[in-house]
């Protein structure tokens, strides 16, 4: 398996990719309004096996489309919202979000949580803004610095993963300068890294490693993931994700 297999396989069993919650998710839409309108449409994207998916789901009554690069991510989003009765609301669409098959204002709102980084924050925002229609929506965590300095060592490694990271003022200078202005902001809480998304991924350490039969490759994949834990437990209080709630305005 390739390195990005790998990440793939160890990331496949958990209920999150990324660091969020249900809570974070309910804040963000309740942000936005929300809607009760059948045909109210929403695009997640980057959206994995789903954690966000099914929560908009179950709290809207209109169309998500669910997007990711990797049909695995899909097809366990297709099993657990036939399971929970959410598939006549829910369509995965396997495409990657630089390459978009959508008509421009197809969607009242754009939901990208922990994933626009793979694009980039401003380029992602500007190719995503012409599906959202007038008045519509964009929903966005993002990883970002909760202070105006920090330590040498968080810095160049957060320099290095992500040139884009930066505060809070600075991403939503981006978005206003794109045509957005912002309907609110807040930052994820320690429990959604810890408890949703860093100690469910320990957890599968063990069993992905036996599978993989350790591999040189697969233990390099864990001790990035450790390494990345490590600085985050030692360094939580200068960054976090930031949810970004725009509406398009121009
Ligand atoms: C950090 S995860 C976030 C997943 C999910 N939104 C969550 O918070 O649990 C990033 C997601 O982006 C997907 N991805 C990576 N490259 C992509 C691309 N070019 N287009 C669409 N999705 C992509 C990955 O497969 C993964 O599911």
Redesign the pocket.
Known sequence: MSEIELI?DL?IDSR?????SEKDTLNALNLIGLSLDPEFKLA?????????TLTLAQNLNGHITA????PQ?LDELNEKSKKLGLEGKIKTLN????NLPFKPGEFDAIW????IY??GFEKGIQYWKEFIKEGGHLAL?EITWTTNSRPQEINDFWTREYPEIDTSANKIKILESNGFSLVGYFTLSEDSWIEN?YKPLESQFGHFLKRNENTDLAKKVVQDYRSEIELYMKYKEYYSYGFYIAKKTE
């Open positions: 793939i990331h999150r990719q990324g660091p969020g997640d994207i980057g959206c994995g096996s789903g954690g966000q997007v990711d690069l990797f991510f495409a990657s979000m630089d990208s949580e922990g994933s793979i694009m965590s998304y």
